[in-house]
């Protein structure tokens, strides 16, 4: 019932603007028939939305869409995302939940198995894990997913690619300022500046966010800044510079068991309310790029450094870190001609200084200190691809990539036995890719792989709670094929994206949780990952965009034996999304809906989360323009259905699975642009 109501609440917001105009016959004459020749930066490689052989989605954010939506998770910015699975924990603590085609599931804090990237630098680490502190999603303005296992490219971690940028469109100087207020004593406020100084291009920001939270133990604040600078020298060669940081405090709800979560979602778990846990943890990094041009070839290298500190008291302990870690990469493309290619080559190093304590009922460190070791990963990969344009529709891609890691342990608590140790993993990475270019459309088959070890913190945490590392828990290792087509049909004004995939995924990294919230790490053998992504997105007039996704999956663990036949879990099998985008006298709206059914929280598929339908109004003015100064105000209505559901789930949580996410809520700003 709630899906027919969703559907009719779409076709009466949409009805009176979509009859009231008339396409232009003529439009489609003018209109370029293939994909946007637009580098994905995700790959590496010379790779166009256009020509690349693997599944891709490129999103470039409208200038109303940055304005008009709330901006306050990664959620806003890509559920309209075939293939991606974000949960939205509406809290501080733990961050999103992503996952591609099945990789990142298991994630419940911080993001596993997906390789991000910000404004050109990795946010994840040489382990594999990767923390979206600094990302504002009120500044991002591109993204690009790659949802194809992705190795090749990036090495350890890339079951996908995600890359999001800040970058606006046009180096026009600019300077925006934002305040919104909302449900749940939420408050946002934003600024965003542009312009020269010297030979350099500068764009910066600052940002602050603060909650008092939908649950109870939920409150917390945020504060972030980003500065990003670029310089040509000649017509060839240019260097980027980016800084940004974040700093946090926040208390942590948790999970609820189902019978709490139906009694009364805003409670938080008793045992983290009683140890008061929460997390405040600050972030860091600095980056530079450096690019020439040589023609046909660019070379291209970039040094970058991370710091973040940590201090998480929890019911099981108090946890502390102090992390630093860095790197660089180079690569050498060609980009022209009929034989294409490039090779690159990647080192890194992390080091992570972790020290945990019992802890107080009150939330600070215990007197008794339960592990203390430095644990430090080192990387380095090389790798290379060619492509060849066999004719201008036909095109064949290979590529192999070498990786080798090195994880060590230092345990220093030596009062209950020496536990250093190491762990070493290596792995080899190949892709192969075609294409055939059909002018509206372009059909793609892609062999692929990816490896993905365990994080540094997932080998510490060991199920007998001793130092050093896990030294059952090995690697997981994905091999995947996938067929597909993606294209626009400018007569129909329609731009579509298909595509049908199998992975096998040996060694799958599972979590597994006790009653005081302490989780270690396993794997489940063998698993079959398969699925469909669908996108359309339909413009029946110049103002009017209906978009709709599909996502399928069928997610099977095939061992252990006890567990045969069962579904992966944390991940549903069907998800939809469904929006309606319109403009009317400078008024901007958006009105979106995403359906999900019930889903599986745990291996034995003896729990589920139930399935819902959420409802979402964005609506906001383009601009009122008074004294030179333009004045944007929006409005967004989360949730208008009140509907009590699961916003995130923590898989394998011992009985406390659900997240709840909040009721019908509210938030109502204000940009000014100068």
């Given at each position: 019932m709630r899906y027919c109501y969703t559907a009719l609440l779409l076709l009466l917001f949409g009805a009176p603007t979509a009859y009231a105009q008339t396409p232009d016959s003529t439009a489609a004459d003018s209109v370029d028939v293939r994909l946007p020749e637009l580098t994905i930066e995700?790959?590496?490689?010379?790779?166009?939305?256009?020509?690349?052989?693997?599944?891709?989605?490129?999103?470039?954010?409208?200038?109303?869409?940055?304005?008009?939506?709330?901006?306050?998770?990664?959620?806003?910015?890509?559920?309209?995302?075939?293939?991606?699975?974000?949960?939205?924990r509406h809290h501080f603590a733990l961050g999103e939940r992503i996952s591609v085609r099945g990789a990142g599931y298991r994630s419940n804090f911080g993001v596993r198995g997906i390789q991000i990237l910000y404004d050109g630098l990795p946010l994840t680490l040489p382990d594999g894990q990767a923390f979206l502190d600094v990302v504002d999603p009120a500044v991002v303005r591109r993204v690009e997913l790659i949802r194809s296992p992705a190795s090749v490219f990036w090495g350890n971690g890339s079951g996908g690619?995600?890359?999001?940028?800040?970058?606006?469109?046009?180096?026009?100087?600019?300077?925006?300022?934002r305040v919104q207020g909302g449900s749940f004593g939420q408050w946002q406020g934003l600024l965003e500046g542009s312009g020269t100084s010297g030979d350099w291009r500068l764009r910066g920001y600052a940002s602050g966010n603060r909650q008092d939270g939908f649950r109870n133990h939920s409150e917390g604040y945020r504060l972030r800044a980003g500065l990003n600078a670029r310089r040509s020298f000649g017509a060839n060669t240019t260097l980027q510079l980016a800084a940004r940081g974040d700093v946090q405090d926040t208390e942590n709800p948790s999970s609820l068991t189902l019978d709490q979560f139906q009694e009364n979602p805003r409670q938080a778990r008793p045992l983290f309310l009683q140890y008061n846990s929460g997390k405040t943890s600050e972030q860091g990094?600095?980056?530079?790029?450096?690019?020439?041009?040589?023609?046909?070839?660019?070379?291209?290298?970039?040094l970058h450094y991370l710091y973040r500190s940590l201090d998480n008291p929890l019911p099981f302990g108090y946890i502390t870190f102090t992390r630093n870690s860095g790197g660089g990469r180079l690569t050498l493309r060609r980009s022209e001609g009929r034989i294409e290619g490039g090779v690159g080559i990647d080192v890194g190093a992390q080091s992570d200084d972790r020290i945990e304590y019992t802890v107080t009922e009150n939330g600070t460190p215990g007197d008794s200190t339960t592990l203390d070791q430095l644990e430090q990963i080192v990387s380095g990969s090389a790798f290379g691809y060619v492509r060849y344009n066999a004719t201008e529709q036909f095109a064949v891609t290979g590529g192999l990539r070498a990786d080798g890691l090195r994880f060590e342990a230092d345990d220093r608590l030596l009062s209950d036995g020496i536990d250093s140790g190491e762990r070493i993993f290596t792995a080899w990475s190949p892709t192969l890719g075609l294409t055939y270019d059909l002018g509206p459309a372009l059909l793609f088959a892609h062999y692929s792989t990816a490896f993905e070890t365990p994080t540094a913190s997932e080998l510490s945490n060991r199920r007998d709670k001793q130092g050093g590392f896990n030294q059952q828990i090995q690697p997981q290792r994905t091999k995947g094929i996938e067929v597909g087509t993606r294209g626009v049909l400018p007569s129909a004004n329609l731009e579509f994206d298909v595509a049908l995939y199998q992975q096998e995924i040996d060694n799958l990294i599972s979590s597994q949780r006790l009653s005081s919230g302490y989780q270690y790490y396993t794997n489940l053998g063998e698993n079959q990952h398969r699925g469909i992504e669908t996108s359309l997105t339909w413009s029946p007039a110049d103002p009017v965009e209906i978009a709709a996704r599909y996502t399928g999956t069928q997610f099977t663990i095939e061992a252990p034996s006890e567990l045969e036949g069962n579904q992966v879990p944390g991940v549903p099998t069907h998800r939809g999304y469904v929006h309606l985008q319109l403009e009317q006298n400078g008024i901007w709206g958006r009105l979106s809906t995403e359906m999900v059914p019930d889903y599986y929280v745990n291996n034995s598929n003896s729990a589920e989360a139930p399935g819902y339908t959420l409802l979402d109004l964005r609506l906001g003015h383009k601009g009122i323009s008074w004294q030179g100064t333009t004045f944007k105000p929006f409005l967004s209505v989360d949730n208008l259905l009140d509907e009590r559901y699961a916003a995130s789930v923590v898989v394998n949580g011992g009985g406390e699975f659900y997240e709840p996410g909040p009721g019908r809520s509210f938030s109502l700003g204000l940009n000014v642009a100068w």
């Open positions: 995700a790959a590496r490689a010379a790779e166009t939305e256009a020509s690349a052989p693997f599944a891709v989605t490129i999103r470039t954010l409208s200038p109303e869409e940055l304005a008009l939506s709330p901006g306050r998770s990664l959620d806003d910015v890509l559920r309209p995302l075939p293939g991606v699975w974000v949960n939205n690619v995600l890359f999001l940028s800040s970058e606006p469109a046009e180096a026009t100087p600019s300077f925006r300022a990094q600095l980056g530079a790029t450096l690019e020439h041009d040589f023609g046909e070839t660019t070379l291209s290298g970039t």
